[in-house]
Antibody
Framework: QVQLKESGPGLVQPSQTLSLTCTVS????????VHWVRQPPGKGLEWVGAIWSGGSTDYNSALKSRLSISRDTSKSQVFLKMNSLQTEDTAIYFC??????????WGQGASVTVSS | IQLTQSPSLLSASVGDRVTLSCKGS??????LAWYQQKLGEAPKLLIY???SLQTGIPSRFSGSGSGTDYTLTISSLQPEDVATYFC????????FGSGTKLEIK
């Protein structure tokens, strides 16, 4: 059974760094890519970035300068780090499994609020 | 590629045939998927590659389209279909539409 679960702090202060972990089960990180997608309160979905099965990464061009995605295949974990957080980064952050760019399984989401 | 969904809000009756639209700013080459998101839940994949039904999704959902214009159709609306529906293209970059909120009249 494919599962993804996000974890991380619910509250981050402005200008600080967000660190999220996606722990997966039921599939291998070396066979599937994992993406991060975020959703601000009451708004639509925004692709954040991805780590591909081979380990390379791609980022949303609007976030690229602040963003890093990495993984630990031995622990089946994917990590998102985003620095210089602002209130506009307040959102639910989802990690998803992707097969040929189609996101077919999603985590429950991690709510992140940027506030002092 | 930017995706424009219409309408933004759709109200229909149980049993109605419902059509949701997604238009791309460029040719999407059929690399289009549809997601359903119920309140407080993660999105769920319904359709991929324009018209391929994801495993476990009821057959009342179908997709069609080509070029820049795509459609999600629900043949007979059910109460459990109340949700927001997003289209998603993966032909050139990865982008989502702004969503259509579907409610029961």
């Amino acid at each position: 059974q494919v599962q993804l679960k996000e974890s991380g702090p619910g509250l981050v202060q402005p200008s600080q760094t967000l660190s999220l972990t996606c722990t997966v089960s039921g599939f291998s990180l070396t066979s599937n890519s994992v993406h991060w997608v975020r959703q601000p309160p009451g708004k639509g979905l925004e692709w954040v970035g991805a780590i591909w099965s081979g380990g390379s990464t791609d980022y949303n061009s609007a976030l690229k300068s602040r963003l890093s995605i990495s993984r630990d295949t031995s622990k089946s974990q994917v990590f998102l780090k985003m620095n210089s957080l602002q209130t506009e980064d307040t959102a639910i952050y989802f990690c998803t499994r992707s097969y040929y760019y189609v996101m077919d399984a999603w985590g429950q989401g991690a709510s992140v609020t940027v506030s002092s | 590629i930017q995706l424009t969904q219409s309408p933004s809000l759709l109200s229909a009756s149980v049993g109605d045939r419902v059509t949701l639209s997604c238009k791309g700013s460029q040719n999407i080459n059929n690399y289009l998927a549809w997601y359903q998101q119920k309140l407080g839940e993660a999105p769920k994949l319904l359709i991929y590659n324009t018209n391929s039904l994801q495993t476990g999704i009821p057959s009342r959902f179908s997709g069609s389209g080509s070029g820049t214009d795509y459609t999600l159709t629900i043949s007979s609306l059910q109460p459990e279909d109340v949700a927001t529906y997003f289209c998603y293209q993966y032909n050139n970059g990865l982008t989502f539409g702004s969503g259509t909120k579907l409610e029961i009249k």
